[in-house]
């Protein structure tokens, strides 16, 4: 994998559903892998940074996998709100002469229905 | 942390005109980036602003298309010069996130080309 890459594009969900998105990154050299949320108007906001394999994060009903080895993270949202409709993205960081710069994937456009 | 405010927030142009954007972050940081998505597609890094020295640009991006400004530790600008309807994009700045750092982001520029 040359390039970060997100899957679904979108996704429509009822309030209450749990679901889940995935991001593959190139897995040569990672430093970090790094989750926003993005809503209309607003900055993207960050959710996790992560680095090492196997590492799992939370924060509230939001949690995030990582797997260094095969290149992917898994983010979960359980039991959404409407108010976690908006764009999710994935960052990967490859840090040396690259310090700063992240590589994006194209995001995950969450809509998350009353 | 940091906070940065940028503006305009969005703007309609004429093609062949100008627009410059500005981004005031409330701390002083050594670089600042540049971003821009374009329409369903990823969040893709335009150039590293640096105080002092010249901006440094990614693949596919000129310094005659997208000046870039940074006066001193806190301010950068970026023109889009001569724009066309391929420049209509969400604009970003950051401030650098890294291995074990978020990194934080403007509100965004939506620029419209006509």
Known sequence: ILNVEQSPQSLHVQEGDSTNFTCSFPSSNFYA?????WETAKSPEALFVMTL?????????ISATLNTKEGYSYLYIKGSQPEDSATYLCASYAGGTSYG??????GTILTVHP | S???SQKPSRDICQRGTSLTIQCQVDSQVTMMFWYRQQPGQSLTLIATANQGSEATYESGFV???FPISRPNL????LTVSNMSPEDSSIYLCSVAGGARTEAFFGQGTRLTVV
């Open chain 2, 74 to 77: 806190t301010f950068s600008t």
């Open chain 2, 63 to 65: 310094i005659d298309k």
């Open chain 1, 33 to 37: 892998l790094h989750w926003y949320r």
């Open chain 2, 2 to 4: 940091a906070v940065i």
């Open chain 1, 53 to 61: 394999n196997g590492d799992e994060k939370k924060k509230g009903r």
């Open chain 1, 101 to 106: 710069k992240l590589t994006f994937g194209q």
